[in-house]
C-alpha cells in the first residue's frame, strides 16, 4: 500500500506563511494526480490544489495567488507554499494522491492523516 504522512502545519499569525510537505512510502509503481484538500471545524473537506504528473496545477478561487502546489517527482513528495494567510485559512490539511502500487493493475486513492493550520494573532 501507499502511506502518505504530511508536516509542517502549526500556528502563524494573518499575513504569514507556512510550507506543507507531504511524504509518500510503500510499494509505489507510480503517482498520478496529487494533491492538497482541507477541512476546517464544521465545514466539509475542500479541495484546495493539485497537480498532475504532467500538466498545470489547480487551485481553488479561495487560494489562488496565494498558494503554490508543487512536487518533487524523484522522490515523491509534495509541497504546498501558502503565503499571506488569512483566519479563514484555518483547518486541517490533507495530502491525497492517486497511485498505482506494485503489482496492481489501477490506480487507487490514498490519503494521509492530516496536519493542523492555524491561523490566529
Known amino acids: 500500500q501507499v502511506q502518505l504522512v504530511e508536516s509542517g502545519g502549526g500556528l502563524v499569525q494573518p499575513g504569514g506563511s507556512l510550507r506543507l510537505s507531504c511524504a509518500t512510502s510503500g510499494s509505489i509503481f507510480s503517482i498520478d494526480a496529487m494533491g492538497w484538500s482541507r477541512q476546517a471545524p464544521g465545514k466539509e473537506r475542500e479541495l484546495v490544489a493539485s497537480?498532475?504528473?504532467?500538466?498545470?496545477?489547480n487551485y481553488a478561487d479561495s487560494v489562488r495567488g496565494r498558494f503554490v502546489i508543487s512536487r518533487d517527482g524523484a522522490k515523491n513528495t509534495l509541497y504546498l507554499q501558502m503565503n499571506s494567510l488569512k483566519p479563514e485559512d484555518t483547518a486541517v490539511y490533507y495530502c491525497?494522491?492517486?497511485?498505482?502500487?506494485?503489482?496492481?493493475?489501477?490506480?487507487?486513492?490514498?490519503w494521509g492523516q492530516g496536519t493542523l493550520v492555524t491561523v490566529s494573532s
Open positions: 497537480i498532475p504528473s504532467r500538466g498545470r496545477a
Open positions: 491525497n494522491a492517486k497511485a498505482r502500487v506494485i503489482g496492481a493493475d489501477r490506480y487507487l486513492e490514498f
